[in-house]
């Protein structure tokens, strides 16, 4: 059998998307250790779970498949430091990648989703006339034909104006409106979006408390990645939650909505 045939064998035998979970409990800390002190100390013990995140984003690399990550423990037990330390340690490997990251800080409607794409295009929000910025942006990130319809629905997500009175971008804006028929525009502009992303480096898509999400947010990312188990796109979650609190919400999150549907 030739080597070419056993590449194909060993690829097909992982086309599934692989999914990791770490439970973290919390650790005793010196008298008076403040936030200030937990992020500047050295992360002692967490070397094996580092790693962990690490193997599984070389897997996404080496595959170019998505692969998902959750981190599930009380608050306080070093969730985010440990994140942020694999981060680190992929960026002195000199590894690239594009990191996407929503805190959940926003509630309502779409909230969490629109953080998300704040968080991506936060330079164009802050630039001096942001709809132009945004439309130079997202020309440079998808086809001529497409930027109109995608500046449109993230223009109006993460809340940037754009100029009125053209027929399409009404009719964009009217479909944005509805919850019975945006849902699906919406998560084929993910698909697009992440795609996209993808093409020019590896995507980690960090997302904290993901079972916190409003109830919109958390369908729409749910079907977005249900869709994009065939890109290199590691998916990391945080989720917070009491030592005998169930976790099943999240595990399902990021077990189910990346797996090839």
């Given at each position: 059998?030739?080597?070419?045939?056993?590449?194909s064998?060993?690829?097909r035998?992982?086309?599934?998307?692989?999914?990791?979970?770490?439970t973290?409990?919390?650790?005793?800390?010196?008298?008076g250790?403040?936030?200030?002190?937990?992020?500047?100390?050295p992360?002692?013990?967490?070397?094996?779970?580092?790693?962990?995140?690490?193997?599984?984003f070389?897997?996404?690399?080496?595959?170019g498949?998505?692969?998902?990550?959750?981190f599930?423990?009380?608050?306080?037990?070093?969730?985010?430091?440990?994140?942020?330390?694999?981060?680190?340690?992929?960026?002195?490997?000199?590894?690239?990648?594009?990191?996407?990251?929503?805190?959940?800080t926003?509630?309502?409607?779409?909230?969490?989703?629109?953080?998300?794409?704040?968080?991506?295009?936060?330079?164009?929000?802050?630039?001096?006339?942001?709809?132009?910025?945004?439309?130079?942006?997202?020309?440079?990130?998808?086809?001529?034909?497409?930027?109109?319809?995608?500046?449109?629905?993230?223009?109006?997500?993460?809340?940037?104006?754009?100029p009125?009175?053209?027929?399409?971008?009404?009719?964009?804006?009217?479909?944005?409106?509805d919850?019975?028929?945006?849902?699906?525009?919406?998560?084929?502009?993910?698909?697009?979006?992440?795609?996209?992303?993808t093409?020019?480096?590896?995507?980690?898509?960090?997302?904290?408390?993901?079972?916190?999400?409003?109830?919109?947010s958390?369908?729409?990312?749910?079907?977005?990645?249900?869709?994009?188990?065939?890109?290199?796109m590691?998916?990391?979650?945080?989720q917070?939650?009491?030592?005998?609190?169930?976790?099943s919400g999240?595990?399902?999150?990021?077990?189910?909505?990346?797996?090839?549907?």
């Amino acid at each position: 059998q030739s080597a070419e045939s056993h590449v194909s064998d060993r690829h097909r035998a992982e086309a599934r998307t692989s999914s990791m979970e770490i439970t973290l409990g919390l650790r005793n800390s010196p008298a008076g250790a403040g936030s200030a002190m937990f992020h500047s100390a050295p992360l002692i013990g967490r070397d094996t779970q580092v790693q962990r995140f690490l193997g599984a984003f070389r897997e996404v690399v080496y595959r170019g498949r998505a692969a998902s990550v959750l981190f599930h423990g009380p608050s306080g037990a070093g969730k985010s430091r440990l994140v942020a330390e694999a981060l680190v340690t992929l960026e002195k490997e000199g590894r690239p990648f594009r990191l996407l990251e929503c805190r959940g800080t926003q509630t309502g409607a779409l909230g969490y989703l629109a953080e998300l794409l704040r968080y991506r295009f936060k330079a164009e929000m802050a630039a001096e006339q942001p709809a132009r910025a945004l439309v130079a942006s997202l020309r440079e990130l998808v086809p001529t034909h497409e930027v109109v319809e995608v500046s449109v629905a993230v223009a109006v997500l993460v809340g940037i104006e754009l100029p009125g009175g053209h027929a399409s971008l009404m009719s964009l804006r009217e479909l944005l409106e509805d919850p019975a028929r945006r849902q699906p525009f919406i998560v084929d502009i993910l698909n697009r979006l992440f795609r996209r992303e993808t093409e020019r480096a590896p995507l980690i898509l960090r997302l904290h408390d993901p079972d916190a999400a409003d109830p919109e947010s958390r369908a729409i990312l749910a079907d977005a990645l249900g869709v994009l188990s065939d890109v290199p796109m590691l998916v990391v979650a945080e989720q917070e939650e009491a030592q005998r609190t169930d976790v099943s919400g999240p595990r399902r999150f990021v077990r189910s909505n990346t797996s090839p549907g």
